[in-house]
C-alpha cells in the first residue's frame, strides 16, 4: 500500500529483480504452518461439498436474496467508510486536534469490540426505546433496527476502522512534504487535497477500502444483534450460512464457498489494480 | 550587485548607497556601493525579512534583504537556523517574531497578526529531494503551477514544454518520476519551481542529495536559468554548506552560526577573507576571482593563474579559481620546476588547525595582489623546516592540476 519513493531507482530494481537473498530456515517452518491454518480448512471446504447440488444449492430463492443483499449493503457501506473514514484519517493523520490519541482510539473500538457488543451498543442507542431511536421514531416514524439500513450501519460501524488505519498510515508514511511543495506552487489547500494528497495515497485508499469491503461482506455479530435475520431485508450470506449450518450443511458448505470466491475475486482485482492502476 | 544590506543594523541601508549607511561597516563591505544598482532596487523590490524564533538551544535572530534579481547564498552548519528561515519565508514555519515583505506585499507580520497562506506567497521551494508528485509524469509536475494559477491545459502545457526544454529534459516529459535519475528529477524540479515565476525561489541545499558526477551539470543550468536571460533576473535565497554553490550561483554571502548573521558581503571577498573563524572553516578553500580565460583565468591585476574550467566557460565570462589549501606548497626561495602558478607573498598569520598549520599569506607588495588571503596547509614539521615566522616573505605555488576554475555570481 505503500508506494516507490519518488525519483528513487532503487526501489524499482527492488520490486523487480531477486537479489539472491535467502531467508533463514527458521523462517520458513512457522510461515508454513500459518499458510497451512488458513488454506487447509478452505480446503477442507471444498472436499467436504456437495458438487453434484451445487449449482441448485446457490441458487436457490434464500441464497440469492442473501448474496444479493450482502452485496449491496457491502458496496454501501464501503462507501459510507470512504465518505467518513477518509476524511476521518485525515483529521487523524494531518490535524494538531489536542487529545488526538484519544480520538484515534474511540474510533479504532470497533476493532477490539466484539461485534455482537457493537451491534448491542447500536441497538441501545438507535432501538425504539433507546435516546436517538425514540426521538426518530417520534419526529419521523422511522424504526432503525431490524431493516436494510440497520444492516448497512452495523456493518460500517464494523468496518470503517479498517479503511482509517488503512488509510492514515498511507498518509502517516507519504508525509505532507508533497502538499507543501504543492502549496508553494500556489495549489489551495482543496487543490492540493484533490490532486496530490488523494492521487499520492490511493493505493492506501483502495486497500483500505478493499479491507472495509471485505469486513462488511463477512459481518456477523453486529448484524444479528443489531439487525436480526429477516430473509430478503437482512439476512446477509454469513447470517444464512449460519442458519443452514444448524439443518442444512450441504447449503452452508456451499454458501460458505461462495462467499470464499467472492472475496477472492475482489482481492485478486484490486490487488493487480493496486500493483498496476495507478502508474 | 545590489546594496541590499543584512544583519541587524544595516537594514535601512537598503536604498541608499553603502557608504552613507554605518560607520561600523567595515571596508571590505564598503567598496560593493561602486557597483550597486540601487535604482533597479528601488523599482523592484526584493525580499526583505526579520525573523526572531526561539529553536531548540538557541534564538534565531536574522535580517535578510535581497535585492530584485540578486542570488543570496545563506551559509551555514546543520542547526544555525537555516532551515528556519527558509520555512519562515515559504510560510511553512510560523516564528515567534518575524516581518517578511517580498515585491511590495507583506507576506508575514507577526505584530499584526499577518501570516500569507503558502499558496498565494509567489514564493518557490526547491529542496533536495526534489519532491516530484509520483503519479503524475515529469510534464504534469511542472504544468501543476501553472495549472493552479488558473491557465488552461494547452496553455500551462505549453508553459511546461518550455521549461523542461529550458532545463534539457524535454525527452522526459512523459516518464514518471520513478523512471528519473536524481540528477533527472532535479532538472523537472527546478522546471516545475521556475514555470510559475515565483516573486522569490528558495533553494534548500538544491545540489545535497545528488551524485556527485551529476550536481555540477546541475548546478551548472540552474545557474544559467536563475542569472541569465530566461527569466530575467530571478531573486533568489539559497541555504547551502556547499561553498561551491555560493561561489556559483551567488551574488552575496551570508554566514549564518548559532542563528546569527556572523558575517556577510560579496560572495568571493567573503570567502576569500573569512572575517570570522566559522568562515574560515566552511570555507577552507582558497578562491581567486577573476575572468575566464584560455587555460585558466585572469586575475584583476592581468596576472594569468593557470587551471582547468569545470564547465565551459566564455573567455572574459567572471569567474573563480578555487584550489584547496593543502594543495598549497611553500618555499623560501622562488621554486624551480613544475607548478604553474607561483606567488609570492608576505605571511600574516599562522593557525594550528587539528593535523595542520595554516600559513595565512598577506599582500606582499613584490608580485601579484592575488595572493593576498590565500592559505596554505602544511605539516607542522614543514613550519619547523622552513623556520617561518609571520612577516617572512614566502613563495606560494599550486599545480595547475590542482585548479578548477568555476563561473562565478558576478
Not at chain 1, 470503517?160 to 498510515?169: A, C, Q
Not at chain 1, 443452514?244 to 464457498?257: G, I, K, N, R
Amino acid at each position: 500500500m505503500t508506494r516507490a519513493a519518488p525519483s528513487s531507482p532503487r526501489t524499482r530494481s527492488s520490486r523487480t529483480g531477486s537479489t539472491g537473498h535467502t531467508l533463514p530456515w527458521p523462517v520458513w517452518v512457522p510461515a508454513v504452518v500459518g499458510f497451512g491454518l488458513i488454506a487447509v480448512p478452505v480446503a477442507g471446504l471444498v472436499l467436504r461439498a456437495d458438487w453434484p447440488n451445487f449449482l441448485t444449492l446457490i441458487t436457490s430463492d434464500a441464497a440469492l436474496d442473501a448474496l444479493r443483499l450482502s452485496l449491496q449493503t457491502g458496496l454501501t457501506s464501503t462507501a459510507l467508510c470512504l465518505l467518513f473514514g477518509t476524511p476521518l484519517a485525515l483529521v487523524l493523520a494531518r490535524s494538531d486536534l489536542p487529545g488526538l490519541p484519544v480520538w484515534r482510539s474511540i474510533v479504532l473500538l470497533p476493532l477490539v469490540l466484539p461485534p455482537v457488543v457493537g451491534g448491542l451498543t447500536l441497538l441501545f442507542l438507535l432501538g425504539r426505546t433507546g435516546p436517538v431511536g425514540q426521538l426518530l421514531d417520534a419526529w419521523f416514524g422511522v424504526t432503525v433496527p431490524f431493516s436494510t439500513v440497520a444492516v448497512v450501519i452495523a456493518q460500517t460501524f464494523v468496518a470503517m476502522p479498517f479503511l482509517v488505519v488503512s488509510l492514515e498510515g498511507a498518509l502517516r508514511t507519504a508525509g505532507d512534504r508533497y502538499e507543501a511543495v504543492a502549496a508553494t506552487l500556489g495549489a489551495s489547500p482543496m487543490t492540493a487535497l484533490r490532486r496530490v494528497t488523494i492521487p499520492v495515497v490511493l493505493p492506501g485508499l483502495v486497500s483500505g477500502a478493499v479491507l472495509a469491503f471485505a469486513r462488511a461482506l463477512g459481518e456477523f455479530g453486529a448484524t444479528v444483534a443489531f439487525a436480526g435475520s429477516l430473509q430478503g431485508t437482512t439476512r446477509t450470506l454469513p447470517l444464512l450460512i449460519y442458519l443452514d449450518s444448524q439443518d442444512d450443511l450441504d447449503s452452508a458448505v456451499a454458501l460458505s464457498l461462495l462467499l470464499v470466491v467472492v472475496a477472492v475475486v475482489v482481492i485478486v482485482a484490486t490487488r493487480t489494480r493496486d500493483a498496476s492502476g495507478v502508474r | 550587485m545590489s546594496a541590499a544590506g543584512a544583519g541587524p543594523g544595516s537594514r535601512e541601508g537598503h536604498r541608499e548607497p553603502r557608504r552613507a549607511v554605518d560607520g561600523a561597516l567595515r571596508a571590505d563591505t564598503a567598496d560593493t556601493a561602486d557597483t550597486a544598482d540601487t535604482a533597479d532596487t528601488a523599482d523592484n523590490p526584493g525580499l526583505a525579512a526579520r525573523v526572531t524564533t526561539r529553536r531548540g538551544g538557541f534564538t534565531l535572530d536574522v535580517a535578510v534583504e535581497v535585492a530584485h534579481g540578486e542570488v543570496v547564498a545563506v551559509l551555514g552548519p546543520n542547526g544555525s537556523g537555516k532551515s528556519t528561515l527558509l520555512g519562515t519565508l515559504a510560510g511553512l514555519f510560523d516564528p515567534e517574531s518575524a516581518t517578511v515583505t517580498l515585491a511590495d506585499r507583506v507576506l508575514t507580520d507577526t505584530d499584526a497578526g499577518i501570516t500569507v497562506p503558502v499558496h498565494r506567497r509567489r514564493v518557490g521551494l526547491l529542496s533536495q529531494q526534489a519532491l516530484l508528485f509520483p503519479h503524475l509524469t515529469a510534464h504534469e509536475n511542472v504544468a501543476f503551477g501553472p495549472r493552479c494559477a488558473g491557465q488552461g491545459r494547452r496553455a500551462a502545457g505549453a508553459v511546461a514544454d518550455r521549461w523542461l526544454a529550458e532545463m534539457g529534459v524535454a525527452e522526459l516529459a512523459d516518464r514518471r518520476p520513478s523512471e528519473l535519475s536524481g540528477g533527472q528529477a532535479q532538472r523537472v524540479a527546478i522546471a516545475r519551481a521556475l514555470a510559475v515565476e515565483p516573486d522569490l525561489l528558495l533553494l534548500d541545499e538544491p545540489f545535497a542529495a545528488l551524485d556527485v558526477d551529476a550536481a555540477p551539470a546541475v548546478r551548472a543550468v540552474l545557474r544559467r536559468v536563475v542569472r541569465d536571460s530566461v527569466v530575467g533576473g530571478q531573486t533568489v535565497l539559497l541555504v547551502t554548506h556547499d561553498v561551491l554553490d555560493a561561489v556559483v550561483l551567488a551574488d552575496r554571502l551570508v554566514v549564518l552560526a548559532d542563528g546569527e548573521v556572523v558575517e556577510q558581503g560579496p560572495t568571493a571577498e567573503v570567502l576569500a577573507r573569512p572575517r570570522s573563524g566559522f568562515a574560515a572553516r566552511i570555507a577552507g578553500l582558497d578562491l581567486v576571482t577573476g575572468t575566464a580565460c584560455a587555460g585558466g583565468l585572469h586575475t584583476l591585476d592581468g596576472t594569468l593563474v593557470s587551471g582547468a574550467a569545470s564547465e565551459p566557460l566564455d573567455h572574459g565570462d567572471p569567474a573563480v579559481a578555487v584550489f584547496a589549501p593543502r594543495s598549497v606548497a611553500v618555499h623560501r626561495e622562488r621554486p624551480a620546476g613544475s607548478p604553474r602558478n607561483v606567488v609570492p607573498v608576505r605571511l600574516a598569520a599562522m593557525e594550528p588547525q587539528g593535523e595542520v598549520v595554516r600559513l595565512r599569506a598577506g599582500a606582499s607588495g613584490r608580485g601579484p595582489a592575488w595572493g593576498e588571503g590565500l592559505a596554505a596547509d602544511v605539516t607542522p614539521a614543514a613550519v619547523a623546516e622552513l623556520g617561518v615566522e609571520p612577516g617572512d616573505e614566502l613563495w606560494f605555488a599550486v599545480k595547475a592540476t590542482e585548479v578548477a576554475v568555476h563561473p562565478s555570481g558576478r
